[in-house]
């Protein structure tokens, strides 16, 4: 039960990466990342419960003797996954709520170091699962709190800063490791390693292959391709290797319970990280990569000879470049950047419209915010009436976000919210027009407008 629930733990670091790399659809990206994150909370309070039956609670949640294991599983299991998922997401609404007053990249940055340890912290000493806890606060605090309460600048360096402390963190991990690790037991237990490995294996692709189907009965579906996608990116890494060495060094059994844990995390990322790249080609889900790769590459030559030319001009100005030479250069950059506004305008697909049209929405959203807060500031609207604006700029980056998730459901959202403002705008120019007109017309006889109301 011990090796059982410490395994339980995903880590799809490799796999995620490799997604960003090849381009992988973002909804993809999305299923993967949050399996791994409700997985790993799962996992934490589950191995808090086994260690509890076996005596070896360091938090106060040890098995008392006259309760029955169900009793104490169901309890445990309740206080502390939905208690830490309520105090995680209280504490990351109070965040958000925070957030919204400061505009401090480093105040906000050093907001979200408190958020992840206080969360902790706090469920920990109302006898809740810290980790779900931290893990409901950052989905509270990064899908609203960094929409509603954070300039696009603050995100970027809240962004690098936690993506540099994951790193670290994961360095540290690995270091533990090398000092725990004993490499000949990797050796004499190799069977019962590589038999561990196959069992997990085999219980994931179980797991996946009947429980996506029930899953797509209440959400849109899943394509069969990802979900062999889910069954071999179940990667095992630092969350396993962590909970096993909390293990006092007395616990019998421990050094066979780490050789295994680390043997089989070891095994997954080579085996299965290595081979998800020839997985995902196998499977289809590199088919726009190359078209995406064509494109990209278009478009850098098209930025680069525009800068060139720039600097031609710049030189050609200073007297540094003659003429018969800027122009025999300037012919044969024209040329290249002909060429690729051809080679991208071949190369831009409909997914790739839609994903440069949602990002010029975004930041013009951005923009957009900017200017409300610049305007409240000076004092120029009403903070009733800036922070209603807001929302509402708000309430489009979230739909945005969520339809990001699938390009069908993306392409209709830009439509519909680019419909909605252009059909806004032709009937405020119609009814200003029809205004105008009824102006005009009451006042053919030279009768003023008597006391009409300021719009």
């Known amino acids: 039960w011990l090796f059982a629930v410490v395994i339980a733990a995903t880590d799809p670091v490799s796999v995620l990466a490799l997604f960003r790399q090849f381009g992988v659809t973002k909804r993809l990206y999305l299923v993967v990342e949050g399996e791994s994150l409700l997985n790993d909370g799962v996992a ?46 209280a504490l990351g609404g109070a965040f958000t709520v925070l957030t919204r007053q400061i505009d401090d990249h480093l105040i906000e940055t050093t907001l979200t170091t408190l958020l992840a340890y206080g969360s902790f912290l706090v469920a920990e000493q109302l006898h809740c699962s810290g980790v779900l806890s931290t893990v409901f606060a950052g989905i509270v605090a990064g899908s609203y709190g960094a929409r509603w309460g954070m300039s696009a600048s603050t995100r970027n360096a809240v962004e690098d800063f936690w993506e540099f ?13 090398g000092l725990e690790l004993e490499p000949w037991r990797l050796w004499q237990d190799g069977l019962a390693i590589v038999v561990s490995f196959l069992a997990i294996a085999l219980a994931r692709a179980v797991a996946v292959y009947t429980g996506v189907p029930l899953a797509n009965r209440f959400s849109t579906p899943l394509p069969a391709a990802w979900t062999h996608v889910l069954v071999w ?47 995902l080609g196998r499977l289809g889900l590199l088919a726009g990569k190359h078209r995406h790769d064509a494109y990209e590459r278009a478009r850098a030559t098209s930025i680069m000879v525009r800068r060139a030319l720039q600097e031609l001009e710049a030189l050609e100005g200073d007297g540094l470049v003659a003429e018969p030479v800027a122009q025999r250069l300037r ?37 957009e915010r900017r200017g409300v807060r610049e305007a409240e500031h000076a004092e120029i609207v009403d903070v009733e009436v800036a922070e209603h604006l807001d ?36 009937g405020d120019a119609g009814n200003a027009g029809n205004a105008s007109d009824t102006s005009d017309t009451g006042n053919a006889g030279g009768e003023p407008a008597a006391h009409e109301p300021r719009s």
Request: aromatic content about 6%; glycine content about 12%; hydrophobic content about 50%.
């Open 165 to 177: 402390a994951a790193f670290l963190a994961n360095s540290f991990i690995f270091l533990l490791v």
């Open 331 to 367: 012919a044969w950059y024209a040329a290249r950047g002909h060429r690729a506004e051809g080679d991208a305008k071949s190369a831009l697909g409909t997914a790739q419209i839609s994903e440069q049209l949602a990002e010029a929405v975004r930041r013009l959203a951005e923009a």
């Open 44 to 89: 934490v309070v589950l191995f808090v419960i086994v260690t509890g039956v076996y005596g070896l609670s360091t938090t106060g949640h040890a098995m008392p003797h006259e309760a029955s294991l169900l009793a104490y599983g169901l309890e445990t299991f309740m206080r502390m996954g939905v208690g830490g998922a309520l105090v995680g997401a």
């Open 391 to 426: 929302r509402e700029i708000v309430l489009r980056l979230v739909e945005l976000d969520e339809a990001a998730q699938d390009p069908q459901r993306l392409t209709a959202t830009l439509d519909r919210l680019l419909g909605e403002v252009t059909t806004g705008d032709t």
């Open 233 to 279: 990116g179940g990667l095992r890494g630092s969350l396993s290797m962590v909970l096993i060495l909390t293990l006092p060094p007395s616990f019998p059994g421990r050094t066979l319970l780490v050789t295994l844990v680390f043997g089989v995390v070891g095994l997954s990322l080579f085996v299965q990280g290595l081979t998800m790249g020839p997985l």
